[in-house]
């Protein structure tokens, strides 16, 4: 199994520990956000992950390093030079596997209860972990789940290649910040360059190719972005 850790973020909701840490290393009961993903993916099977690095890059690599990689093959793609947001982070991370499955992609700072080895397992296509929470903005699905676009509530704003979404019927659903990318997809993403969002891939392929979301109600889920929510955090793990 295959994974990426999205690590490259700046953190800057988590001031002023992330003055001197990237967010990855922002301890919960002791332990980094990045041990506490890499000892549940190791867990489930995963044996090869790549972790992308930007803010304090040094740190998380020095860190993997010290602890031997958690006696799993682990890789970084360094995005010192430029932050290249999830798709951009994606694209260039894709190549440092060693071989073209499916990979489950995972932010450092989301703590769940999700059944990640059922989530991977299952995904026949691209999947995208959703769930129904209050949020201003909310990727659009299908009665057969298949995402269709997004819509910002606040604003009123579509995102969608359907001309018609306003008028389909669709269901509003929160992303995890967890997903399971499909390789099959890459060679849509040719014309992409540099640094950009994956939700505005999928929203810009979804009518060529299918990409499903997977609800799931007992799915209970903790950005780490704020620093109230160390504690909440601790509590929850």
């Given at each position: ?217 007992q799915l ?8 109230d929510s ?8």
């Amino acid at each position: 199994m295959n994974a990426l850790i999205f690590a490259a973020g700046l953190g800057t909701r988590l001031k002023p520990l992330t003055d001197t840490m990237p967010k990855a290393m922002v301890p919960v009961n002791g332990r980094p956000l990045v041990q506490i993903l890499i000892e549940k993916l190791k867990g489930i099977g995963v044996n090869e992950i790549v972790i992308n690095v930007h803010h304090f890059a040094q740190q998380i690599i020095d860190f993997v390093e010290a602890n031997n990689s958690f006696g799993i093959n682990i890789k970084f793609s360094d995005e010192t030079g430029m932050l290249l947001e999830t798709g951009g982070g994606l694209k260039k991370a894709v190549r440092l596997f060693s071989d073209e499955q499916p990979i489950l992609v995972h932010n450092v700072d989301i703590l769940s209860n999700a059944d990640l080895f059922s989530l991977y397992n299952n995904a026949e296509t691209t999947t995208l972990l959703v769930s129904q929470r209050d949020t201003q903005r909310y990727l659009l699905f299908d009665d057969t789940n298949r995402l269709i676009g997004w819509k910002n509530i606040a604003t009123g704003e579509y995102k969608s290649p359907f001309p018609d979404i306003k008028e389909r019927p669709s269901r509003g659903l929160a992303f995890s910040g967890i997903q399971v990318f499909h390789p099959s997809l890459l060679p849509l993403m040719d014309s992409w360059q540099g640094k950009f969002s994956i939700i505005d891939f999928y929203l810009s392929i979804c009518d060529k190719v299918e990409i499903k979301g997977c609800f799931d109600p007992q799915l209970q889920l903790l950005d780490v972005g704020k620093l109230d929510s160390i504690a909440k955090a601790e509590a929850f793990l």
